[in-house]
């Protein structure tokens, strides 16, 4: 079954989420308007700057448009800063602009200075393999809504969690070379 999947493409590394969707055979569009998201199963919005892709994308409309379409069925994918600009509170930054379609609450940076950046595995619930986990300047969603699945944790805090149609990561899947959570997103836009 066809379908396009796009990418927002305002700040971040978004060129290696398409590079993604082209190893799996899927038509990507970039998104830096309101107009591109029209006839999208899903969205994914990449790492990068979470301050910074939430000021462009209020600026360009598209955060309006976004929440729009996220409750008419639009399914999401945010990684690292993209997860962050998805949920609903971002701990210490109460005036970032955000989604918050995704009732979490997320703290940036989480890992502290000493522990920027670092690789490791974690176990994805139905994932029948580990997930090699590249966490750069990582994010932790500390509070986790009802309504919210926990797919993965590292240290016992959710990493990769679940809210009907959105999908958030504090890690960066588009790294590895690993499609199976681009997969997992197809799946989860209809694809
Ligand atoms: N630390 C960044 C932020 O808070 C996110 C880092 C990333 O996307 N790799 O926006």
Known sequence: MGGVIGV???????????EALRRLGVEAREVRRPEHLKGLKGLIVPGGESTTIG???REYGLEEAVRKGVEEGLAVFGTCAGAIWLAR???GYPDQ????????????NAFGR???????????????????GVFIRAPLFRRVGEGVEVLAELGGLPVLVRQGKVLAASFHPELTGNLRLHQYFLELSGL
Request: glycine share 6%.
């Open 97 to 108: 602009p955000r989604l918050g379609v995704l009732d979490v609450a997320v703290e940036r």
């Open 55 to 57: 000021k462009l994308a």
């Open 89 to 91: 509170e971002i701990l």
């Open 8 to 18: 927002l493409a305002l700040q971040g590394d978004f060129r290696e989420h398409k």
């Open 114 to 132: 000493q522990v920027e950046s670092f690789r490791e595995d974690i176990q994805i619930r139905g994932f029948p393999e580990p997930f090699s």
